[in-house]
Nanobody, 114 residues
């Protein structure tokens, strides 16, 4: 069973930056699409960013130009660089293997203060 572990969340002021990391327990990052989701209090979990096997990326409109998804195949890591953070980015962020039954990580809290 593949496990995903996120890290890098925290409290940051609006306009600041954070980099989230997702560590995979097995060599899956290079051979599967990977993604980041987030869930704010009282809201449904939503997709934030995705990266394909070939390296193509997609972002939800609200983070385009501010967030960047990347991966390091050798380290089995996926990253989410978040710049120009806004209070509305406050949420628990989850890493996911983008296959039909791909696992979720446990999540990491990001809080952006105004």
């Amino acid at each position: 069973q593949v496990q995903l572990v996120e890290s890098g969340g925290g409290l940051v002021q609006a306009g600041g930056s954070l980099r989230l990391s997702c560590a995979a327990s097995r060599n899956i990052v290079s051979i599967n699409p990977m993604g980041w989701y987030r869930q704010a209090p009282g809201k449904q979990r939503e997709p934030v960013a995705a990266i394909s096997i070939g390296g193509s990326t997609n972002y939800t409109d609200s983070v385009k130009g501010r967030f960047t998804i990347s991966r390091d195949n050798a380290k089995n890591m996926v990253y989410l660089q978040m710049n120009s953070l806004k209070p509305e980015d406050t949420a628990v962020y989850y890493c996911k293997l983008l296959t039909p039954r791909g696992p979720w990580g446990q999540g990491t809290q990001v809080t952006v203060s105004s």
